[in-house]
C-alpha cells in the first residue's frame, strides 16, 4: 500500500484549468513521440539490445540500463532525511510515516539490495479508452490536466487476480479508476535559492498518470517493496500512480543521445529518462541531492541548457528534493490535515 493511504491523495479534487494552446493530445492518440505497448515485469536476459524482464513480457532497451547492475539495486528502505542529501529524500512528512502491516519477506529483496529481474510483476494489459492528458501553455503558465489514466498505454488487472503469480505478493485489492486533475506549474521554471522537501506527490507522467516520490505508506522502497504493473503503476484504495522507472514510457524515444522527456515535476521542471546527453546512462553519483542535473534537453520544442529531474534505476528514482519553487505539493488537492 502507498504512503498516499493516509496523506497524499485522498484529497479534495481541485480544478484550475486556463485557456491557451494545447501543446499535447488528448486521449490514446499520440502524446510525447510513438506510444509504446505496455506489456507486463521479472526474469532476465540481455539479448539483442534488450533486458528481458518478466519471463520476456517486457524488453527494457539495454542502452537504457547500460551498466547499471538489475541484480543489485540498492534498497532505500527509510532512507528519508531533514535535508538534502544523496540517495535520499528530503521528506516534509516524516512523522506521519506508518507501521509496516504487510511484513512478509519478497525472494527479490536480498538484505540491502534487492533484484528487478527477480520481481513478480501484476499481469495484465488493460486499455482505457477514456484516458485524457492535456499540456496548456499560457503565458509563463503549463497547465497540466487529465483523469489519471494512461494515455497510449496500459495497464496491469487490478485488483490483483488469485491467478496471478503476483497475489502471493502484498496483492492490491483496489481498482484502478479516473481521478480527475488540473495543475498549474512555470513554464520556464527558474532554480529556487534554496531546495525544499517532497511530501508525497512528485508530478506527473507524460501519459497523464500521476508520479509518487520513492516510499510507500511505511516508508519502504516502494520500487522494491510494492508489487506494480508493467509501467511500474499500481492503485490503492485512493488513486492510480507510479514511484519509480515507468518501463513502457522508455520506448518513446529514439534510443540514443540525451532520453525524452517522461514527466513534469511539480515545480515546473522535466523529468528525463535514465540516458544523458551523451547517450550514457546516469546514476546517482552523477547527480545532486535532489536527483537532477543540468545539460542541454529538448524543453518546448527546443534546445535547452536548463535544470531537470532524472529517472534512475536507483532509489530515490525521481524527485529527491525540489530545486525549484512548489506552488501546489499535492496532485488533486490539498492533503488532510
Not at 163 to 171: L, N
Not at 271 to 290: F, Q, S, W
Not at 295 to 324: A, D, E, I, L
Request: overall charge neutral; some cysteine.
Amino acid at each position: 500500500m502507498s504512503r498516499s493511504t493516509s496523506r497524499r491523495r485522498a484529497r479534495a479534487r481541485r480544478r484550475r484549468l486556463l485557456p491557451g494552446v494545447v501543446v499535447a493530445v488528448v486521449g490514446a492518440g499520440l502524446f510525447v513521440g510513438p506510444a509504446a505497448a505496455a506489456s507486463p515485469a521479472h526474469a532476465t536476459a540481455a539479448t539483442t539490445g534488450t533486458i528481458s524482464l518478466d519471463n520476456g513480457q517486457i524488453a527494457i532497451p539495454s542502452a537504457d540500463v547500460g551498466s547499471v547492475d538489475l541484480h543489485a539495486l540498492p534498497l532505500g528502505d527509510e532512507q528519508y532525511s531533514s535535508t538534502p542529501e544523496a540517495n535520499h529524500i528530503d521528506l516534509c512528512n516524516s512523522g506521519m510515516l506508518q507501521p509496516a502491516v504487510n511484513t512478509g519477506s519478497l525472494p527479490w529483496i536480498h538484505g540491502t539490495t534487492w533484484d528487478l529481474t527477480q520481481k513478480a510483476v501484476v499481469s495484465g494489459s488493460v486499455s482505457w479508452s477514456n484516458a485524457s492528458f492535456q499540456t496548456r501553455v499560457q503565458g509563463g503558465t503549463r497547465t497540466l490536466s487529465g483523469n489519471d489514466l494512461p494515455v497510449g498505454e496500459t495497464t496491469g488487472t487490478f485488483p490483483v487476480r488469485s491467478s496471478d503469480p503476483a497475489f502471493a505478493y502484498r496483492p492490491d485489492e483496489s481498482s484502478i479508476v479516473a481521478s480527475s486533475f488540473s495543475l498549474a506549474l512555470p513554464a520556464n521554471p527558474k532554480v529556487a535559492s534554496s531546495p525544499t522537501c517532497v511530501g508525497g506527490d512528485a508530478g506527473v507522467t507524460i501519459d497523464g498518470v500521476a508520479l509518487l516520490d520513492g516510499f510507500d505508506a511505511n516508508g519502504r522502497d516502494a520500487g522494491a517493496e510494492e508489487v506494480q504493473d508493467a509501467c511500474g503503476g499500481h492503485p490503492n484504495q485512493l488513486g492510480h500512480h507510479r514511484h519509480a522507472m515507468p518501463f513502457c514510457l522508455l520506448a518513446r524515444d529514439a534510443g540514443t543521445g540525451q532520453s525524452g522527456l517522461l514527466g513534469y515535476a511539480l515545480d515546473g521542471f522535466g523529468i528525463y529518462g535514465p540516458r544523458g546527453a551523451n547517450g550514457k546512462v546516469l546514476t546517482n553519483a552523477n547527480l545532486d541531492a535532489c536527483h537532477g542535473t543540468t545539460s542541454t534537453v529538448v524543453w518546448n520544442g527546443k534546445k535547452v541548457r536548463m535544470y531537470h529531474y532524472v529517472f534512475t534505476w536507483q532509489f530515490p528514482y525521481t524527485v529527491g528534493c525540489f530545486r525549484g519553487t512548489v506552488t501546489s505539493r499535492s496532485i488533486f488537492g490539498p492533503p488532510r490535515p
